[in-house]
């Protein structure tokens, strides 16, 4: 929403703004929801500031990490999987 304070987080430092202006197709809106497709005029920072991938947040609900663990199956090849092997590197 207009006047709300965001965050913006992933790939550098998490950083805090508010936004000041929400667009789509050249509309200005009062709010914008999950999936859409909008521009976001941010206080105090530039284009070059922001980057794909990073996300906008609402202040405190998501924090990056940059390792994890995790366990995963990979189908074998008659299971419908890969038919060429993983590689390490």
Sequence with gaps: KLNDEIEIV???DTQKTVI???EMFNK???EGRAGDNA???LRGLK???VERGQVVAKPGSVTPHA???AEIYVLSKEE???H???LKG
């Design 67 to 69: 390792e994890f663990e």
């Design 28 to 30: 200005s809106l009062d």
């Design 20 to 22: 000041t202006g929400i």
């Design 80 to 82: 419908g999987g890969r």
């Design 39 to 41: 521009g976001l005029l």
């Design 10 to 12: 992933g790939l550098k």
């Design 47 to 49: 284009k070059d500031d």
């Design 84 to 86: 060429t092997p993983f």
